[in-house]
Each structure stands twice: as C-alpha cells, then as structure tokens.
C-alpha cells in the first residue's frame, strides 16, 4: 500500500474489531470479513492481555493471517479520548506501538496528537523507519472545538510528518456538525495529506455517510460490534454512498 488511499475508491470503509481476546478477535474478523470492510482497525486498548508484548504479537500475527487482503490498523486509544482503560503507562504504548511497527502484521498505526511531542515523533520515526502508515489523530467526545481548533489538530498531524490526520468530535447541535464539515473542506482543500473527520453520536451519523463529499477519505462502520457512537452498519452505509454515487452528477 505506498499511497494510502486512492481517488477512485473513496470513501474507504473501516470496521473496528473490539474482541478483548485472541479467539473473539479471530470470530469477529470471521464474522466481518464477508461484508468486504477496505480496512479493519484493530482497537487493541479492548484486548485484555495488552501488557503481554508476545501475546499480542501473536494475536496480530493470527489477525493478518485471517484477514487476507485487507490491511489492519493498530489502535490503542487513550481513556482521555474515548478508549479503554488498560495497565500500560504512555511509554509503555510507545514500545507496543514500536513492535508492531517492527513486525509485518498491521500496515498502519494510529496516535493522538495531542501527546508529548517526544512521544509523537518516536511513533513517527519507527512507523517510517519500518514502512507503516501512521494516522495521527485528535478525538474529543464531550464537545466539538471551534472550527480553528479542530483545523489546528489536523494541521498538527501534517507538520508531525503523519501520513494522514484524524479528528472525532461530538456535536452538541447540528451546527456542530456543520463545523466540523467545513473544518474538513478547509483542510481537505490545503492539507497536503489525506484528512480523515467524524462526527459523533446520532447527530453526526450524516458525517459518517456524507463526510467524503467534503474530503474525509475514511469512514469508520460497525461490522460486529461499534466502537463509538453513530457508527452505523457497514450494509446500510455502504448502499446509502452507493446510492449517492449512482444518482448524483457530483
Ligand atoms: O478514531 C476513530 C474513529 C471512531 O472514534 C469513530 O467515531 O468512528 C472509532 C475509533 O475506533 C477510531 O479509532
């Protein structure tokens, strides 16, 4: 995968797998693999035995192993931005992230932003020295930042070097949404990097369907199990993007 995601085939769809052991990642990759996701990401900050390098090398190993084709993304979100609560402390992360960027199991790792700069670039120089993707992401599930602050994030990312830039916000209202939307376009139009933007909850569900249109070139859809809220059934969000395509002269 040297580009990361091609024009023709936008919006890419992700599935998260939130299994916290081996046996439930490998049914849920089972379970999804026949609705065709372009990515799976798994959200290793659920596994239970995440302190345990092997077993997680492992773990991935037997992922990349069921999931053919499909290139898989390693996650392990921070509490503060919505993810699980798990016994390893933020270098403890940057070492698991380092492995993983080492091995040949996953072909991209994601890390907020927002961490200590340090931290960023070690990520950033391991993921490059060993050829994997890095998103760089910012989430907030509270609220959704002014339009210049979610674009700071995103601009961020770019200046750290990732590949591709995330924000996940909440919105309160469905201007909320809208901001969100323009950040997008804003950054899709001067970013020099792929951006990658959701709007959360019932209201943002319209981001996730429509977000592409405004240059999100990644939507993240339920294949088994959701991993935030809005995610809607990759079936369902797949037909809506079809329709879309096929009907409009866009
Ligand atoms: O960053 C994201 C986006 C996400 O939070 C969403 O809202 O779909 C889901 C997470 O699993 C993923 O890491």
């Known amino acids: ?12 769809i992700c599935t998260p797998l939130t299994g916290a052991t081996t ?20 959200r290793a900050d659920f596994f239970l035995n995440i302190e345990n390098k092997e077993a997680v ?40 992230l380092g492995e993983m960027c080492k091995s040949d199991f996953v072909q991209m ?47 961020q990312a770019e200046l750290y070097g990732a590949d ?10 469905q201007e909320d949404v809208f901001t969100l939307l323009e950040a997008t376009r804003e950054m899709q139009k001067t970013m020099g990097i792929p951006v990658i933007t959701i709007s959360m909850g019932g209201l943002g569900a319209v981001s996730r369907l429509f977000g592409w249109m405004y240059g999100s070139v990644l939507t993240f859809a339920v294949g088994e199990h959701s991993s935030a809220p809005g995610q809607i059934p990759i079936e369902e969000l797949r037909q809506a993007i079809q329709t879309v395509k096929q009907y409009s002269s866009l």
């Not at 490998?26 to 798994?42: C, F, H, I, N, S």
């Not at 591709?164 to 209202?173: L, R």
Request: glycine content about 4%; hydrophobic content about 35%; aromatic content about 6%.
């Open 109 to 155: 790792v994601d890390y907020e932003v927002c961490n200590e700069p340090e931290l960023v670039r070690q990520v950033r120089d391991c993921s490059a020295k060993h050829g994997k993707k890095l998103i760089l992401s910012y989430h907030n599930f509270k609220r959704t930042p002014h339009k210049m602050e979610i674009c700071k994030y995103l601009l």
């Open 164 to 173: 591709a830039a995330k924000a996940a916000v909440m919105p309160e209202n």
């Open 57 to 96: 090398l492992e773990t991935s190993r037997q992922l990349r192993h069921a999931s053919g084709e499909i290139p898989i993304l390693f996650t392990i979100r921070s509490v503060k931005e919505g993810g699980e609560h798990i016994p390893l402390d933020e270098s403890g992360k940057v070492e698991l």
């Open 23 to 42: 046996e439930e990642l490998l049914a849920e990759v089972q379970a999804v693999l026949p609705k065709k996701p372009d990515l799976l990401e798994w």
């Open 1 to 12: 995968m040297s580009q990361l995601f091609t024009e023709e085939k936008l919006p890419y």
